[in-house]
């Protein structure tokens, strides 16, 4: 079904000065752009950049962005800002998850966005972006103030051509599901992967035992 174009509304020339129509979508995008409060804290190198644009040079409180919220409960923007290692998968999703929607993630530097030097360790995570919905990437090693205040913008310009329609926050019936927290034992294991890595563990175990089959003595060779 097509959807009706929006009706146009003529305002009288002496009230022009005093009356402007909008759409509601407009007045929403508008009042969450200028109050995203990102979640305090840092991983890596990335974020003493972080706290440099936040600091008086760069100040990015004139985004309405200077309310950064020591608790996950009170913020609407992860910021990732450095090395994501196995170890602090599990933490970082769980601190997602206890976010409220509407909430967005920025993976700021190489580190986050990729592994950046480290992606062949054996401890680092080849980007969050595996585990979280990363809305802005940032590249860089580490990324400039001013790379941190463009990607911020970004974030504002995707906000700006949401709709109350489409955002799945608001979509009937949805319901917040909880992303899989990672756990972390001989190595960083996914729930989602659970299902392959149970099918993979029983195919090699009856590869071993068909191998054990095939190497054992008969009878008559144990005879002899």
């Not at 030097?117 to 400039?144: N, R």
């Not at 941190?148 to 489409?166: A, F, N, P, T």
Request: aromatic share 8%; hydrophobic share 40%; glycine share 6%.
């Amino acid at each position: 079904m097509k959807e009706m174009e929006p009706t146009r509304y003529d305002i009288p020339p002496d009230l022009q000065g005093q009356v402007a129509i909008t759409t509601l979508d407009k007045i929403y995008n508008w009042s969450r752009r200028n109050s995203l409060w990102p979640l305090m804290y840092g991983i890596a190198c990335c974020a003493i950049e972080m706290i440099c644009t936040a600091a008086s040079r760069y100040d990015f409180s004139r985004f309405g962005m200077e309310v950064m919220r020591p608790s996950p409960r009170q913020a609407d923007v992860m910021i990732v800002s450095g090395t994501v290692t196995k170890k602090m998968v599990p933490i970082i999703v769980r601190l997602y998850n206890q976010m409220p929607e509407p909430k967005y993630v920025v993976a700021m530097g190489a580190c986050a966005s990729g592994g950046g030097p480290f992606k062949e360790g054996y401890s680092v995570v080849s980007g969050v972006d595996q585990y979280l919905p990363v809305d802005v990437y940032i590249p860089g090693c580490p990324p400039t103030p001013q790379a941190l205040l463009h990607g911020l913008i970004s974030l504002q310009k995707k906000i700006d051509y949401q709709s109350l329609k489409k955002v799945r926050w608001y979509q009937k019936g949805h319901d917040s599901v909880d992303l899989p927290v990672p756990v972390l034992g001989p190595d960083l294991m996914d729930p989602r992967d659970y299902a392959a890595i149970r099918e993979y563990a029983e195919q090699k175990a009856l590869a071993l035992e068909a191998q054990a089959a095939q190497n054992q003595p008969s009878a008559q060779e144990v005879k002899a």
